[in-house]
C-alpha cells in the first residue's frame, strides 16, 4: 500500500491543508499546491467535502430556499390549500349498507293510548209519579200534597188596586194545600211547580201572582215537620188553553208527583 507522502493539498473553499503523511493536520495555508502534490500524483487523498457542501445539508436547503421563493412570488397569501379529503368532487361516496335491514330505517314506534277508566253513565232524573185523580193525597219528599180545584180565565190577581198583577194570557189558579211529613222543616215555594196543558206544553208558575194574592201561603213559606199550609199557585198559560196535569215538588232537586186534572 502506497503512503501519500506529507505536503500541502488543495480543498474545496481553495485553501490547502497539510497532510503529515498519516493524516490531516490542523495547518491551513492559502495560495497553490505545493510541490508534493504534483508528486503524489492521482494517489493523493481527496480532501473530505466542508460540512455545508454534503448533501444533507445541500439538499433541505434547497427545498426551504424554493419555500421561501414561492411565498414571495404569490404575494404572501398564507391561505392553507384545500385539502382533497375537504374538497367536494374528492370526497368518497358513503359506504352502502351491507344488508337490506341496515338500508331500511327502522319503523317507529306508535304510542298506545291507555284505556280511559270507564266512568258509569249518569244516571237519568227520576220520572214524577202518575196520580189518576183530583183531590187525591200525594207524597214527594217530605211533603205531601192534596189539589183541591183548578180554575182558568183569570185577567187579574190582587184587590189592591196598586199590587196587581195582569195575566199575559189568562191565569190558570190551582188551590190546594201542603203538609210537612217529614222530621225537618222544609220551605214551599211557588216556583218548584210546574203544569202542562193537553198539546203537552209546560208552564212555569208566576210568583209575584202568588205574592199579591194576601189569602195565598204558598209563596215561600216554610212548614214544620207535621204542620200544613193552604194557598194558591197561579200559571199564566194562553186564552183558552186547559191545563191536563200539574207536576208537584218538595224541592227544585226531587223528582216530583204528577197529578191529572
Known amino acids: ?16 491543508r497539510y497532510w503529515d503523511g498519516q493524516q490531516w493536520t490542523e495547518h ?24 455545508f457542501a454534503k448533501k444533507r445539508v445541500l439538499i433541505p436547503g434547497g427545498l426551504l430556499a424554493l419555500v421561501v421563493v414561492g411565498s414571495a412570488l404569490s404575494g404572501g397569501d398564507t391561505t392553507a390549500p384545500v385539502s382533497a379529503s375537504s374538497s367536494p368532487t ?8 351491507t344488508s337490506a335491514a341496515a338500508a331500511k330505517p327502522a319503523p317507529a314506534k ?6 280511559k277508566p270507564a266512568t258509569a253513565a249518569p244516571k237519568p ?3 214524577p209519579k202518575l196520580v189518576s185523580q183530583l183531590g187525591k193525597p200525594v207524597r214527594d219528599g217530605k211533603f205531601e200534597f192534596t189539589v183541591r180545584s183548578v180554575k182558568c180565565g183569570i185577567a187579574v190577581v190582587g184587590d189592591n188596586p196598586y199590587l196587581q198583577e195582569k195575566a199575559q194570557g189568562q191565569f190558570c189558579a190551582v188551590r190546594l194545600s201542603v203538609e210537612n211529613i217529614g222530621d225537618e222543616p ?14 203537552g206544553r209546560k208552564f212555569s208558575a208566576n210568583s209575584t201572582a202568588s205574592l199579591v194574592d ?24 194562553p186564552k183558552g188553553a186547559k191545563l191536563a196535569s ?13 197529578v191529572r186534572l
Do not use: C
Not at 491551513?28 to 460540512?51: H, V
Not at 209563596?219 to 194557598?231: D, H, R
Open 246 to 258: 200539574l207536576e208537584l215538588h218538595d224541592s227544585m232537586f226531587s223528582g216530583g208527583v204528577q
Open 1 to 16: 500500500m502506497n503512503a501519500t507522502p506529507a505536503g500541502w493539498y488543495p480543498q474545496q473553499d481553495g485553501r490547502l
Open 28 to 51: 491551513f495555508a492559502p495560495g497553490q499546491a505545493q510541490p508534493a502534490l504534483a508528486a503524489a500524483g492521482a494517489g493523493a487523498p481527496k480532501a473530505p467535502r466542508p460540512w
Open 110 to 115: 306508535t304510542a298506545t293510548a291507555a284505556p
Open 214 to 237: 194576601e189569602s195565598s201561603q204558598v209563596l215561600w213559606e216554610e212548614i214544620n215537620p207535621g204542620n200544613a199550609v193552604k194557598g194558591t199557585v197561579y200559571f199564566d198559560v
Open 186 to 199: 222544609q220551605s214551599m215555594f211557588a216556583d218548584n211547580q210546574y203544569a202542562f196543558d193537553g198539546k
Open 125 to 127: 232524573a227520576p220520572k
Open 90 to 97: 374528492a370526497s368518497t361516496p358513503a359506504a352502502a349498507p
